[in-house]
Nanobody
């Protein structure tokens, strides 16, 4: 019944910005873990950023200083602000949520394309 609806992806030029959002629809328990992952063509899925219920965050090296993850617990929504985008950021971005009972949910993915 729970679905993660992602939005905010698109085509931008190098140096531009995008703000991704992922909202859980349907009944869901309180969320503990929220994260963003990405997968480029021919590459494995890799972690982009995570945020815990207490607010602690973690970023992949490529996102440090450029990406910011945040969450709105009341809305069961996670955001990813991406600035100074580079062509190598081109990928399908997926959000992941884990509730307090360790049940996992994945979004369908949203395409981010950065042109040079």
């Amino acid at each position: 019944q729970v679905q993660l609806v992602e939005s905010g992806g698109g085509l931008v030029q190098a140096g531009g910005s995008l703000r991704l959002s992922c909202a859980a629809s349907g009944s869901i328990f309180r969320l503990n873990f929220l994260g963003w992952y990405r997968q480029a063509p021919g590459k494995s899925r890799e972690l982009v950023a995570t945020i815990m219920s207490g607010g602690s965050t973690n970023y992949a090296d490529f996102g440090k200083g450029r990406f910011t993850i945040s969450r709105d617990n009341a809305k069961n929504t996670v955001y990813l602000q991406m600035n100074s985008l580079k062509p190598e950021d081109t990928a399908v971005y997926y959000c992941k949520m884990v509730d307090i009972f360790s049940k996992e949910y994945w979004g369908q993915g949203t395409q981010v394309t950065v042109s040079s």
